[in-house]
C-alpha cells in the first residue's frame, strides 16, 4: 500500500476532493478499516490505497491509528 498520509485539516478536504472521495467521506459511506466508525472530517486520521484501488481509511483513535502502520 501506498500512503497519502500526513494531513493537516485544512489540507484535508481538498485532498479528498483531488482523490474523488470527498462526497463519499460526506455521505458516510467510509468506515475506519478499523473499529468501524463512519469515518468523517472531523474523525479521519490516516487514508491509504489498497493495489486494487481500495481506499482503506482509520480514524483517529490511537488504537486505529496504530493498526494501519505496516
Ligand atoms: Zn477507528
Known amino acids: 500500500m501506498k ?3 500526513a494531513i493537516l485539516d485544512n489540507q484535508l478536504t ?3 476532493k483531488k482523490i474523488g472521495i470527498l462526497e463519499d467521506i460526506h455521505t458516510g459511506k467510509y468506515t475506519c478499516i478499523s ?3 463512519v ?3 472531523e474523525n479521519f486520521s490516516t487514508i491509504s490505497e489498497s ?3 481500495v481506499f482503506v481509511i482509520t ?3 490511537s488504537s486505529c491509528r496504530d493498526e ?3
Open 3 to 5: 500512503k497519502i498520509t
Open 14 to 16: 481538498e485532498i479528498l
Open 35 to 37: 473499529c468501524g466508525e
Open 39 to 41: 469515518i468523517t472530517i
Open 51 to 53: 493495489e486494487d484501488g
Open 59 to 61: 480514524c483517529t483513535k
Open 68 to 70: 494501519s502502520k505496516g
